[in-house]
């Protein structure tokens, strides 16, 4: 079973800075896309930001300029470096991975990790 571990949640104060790590493990030959998708109370899930095998990435606008994805492939680990961090950035994020190819496999697979809380506040 493919598994995603997420740390680097707390609490910070507006204008600071956190950096969320996400590890995929388990029998896995490759992973197409890895992000980030948040829930704010009250809300709807929404992308974050994401990040290809090749290192395209895509981010939604309230957090262009301030939060940064990357990606380590060989241990298919994403990282998302949050900087200026806002009230509004408040939610639980979830680490997610797409076209997930586990070793003998012939069929991609879309795992969720289990979500890890931010919260920025005075």
């Known amino acids: 079973q493919v598994q995603l571990v997420e740390s680097g949640g707390g609490l910070v104060q507006p204008g600071g800075s956190l950096r969320l790590s996400c590890a995929a493990s388990g029998s896995i030959f490759s992973i197409y896309i890895m992000g980030w998708y948040r829930q704010a109370p009250g809300k709807q899930r929404e992308l974050v930001a994401a990040?290809?095998?090749?290192?395209?990435?895509d981010y939604a606008d309230s957090v262009k300029g301030r939060f940064t994805i990357s990606r380590d492939n060989a241990k298919n680990t994403v990282y998302l470096q949050m900087n200026s961090l806002k009230p509004e950035d408040t939610a639980v994020y979830y680490c997610n991975a797409d076209r997930v190819v586990g070793i003998g496999s012939y069929r991609y697979l879309e795992v969720w990790g289990q979500g890890t809380l931010v919260t920025v506040s005075s």
């Open positions: 990040i290809t095998s090749g290192g395209s990435t």
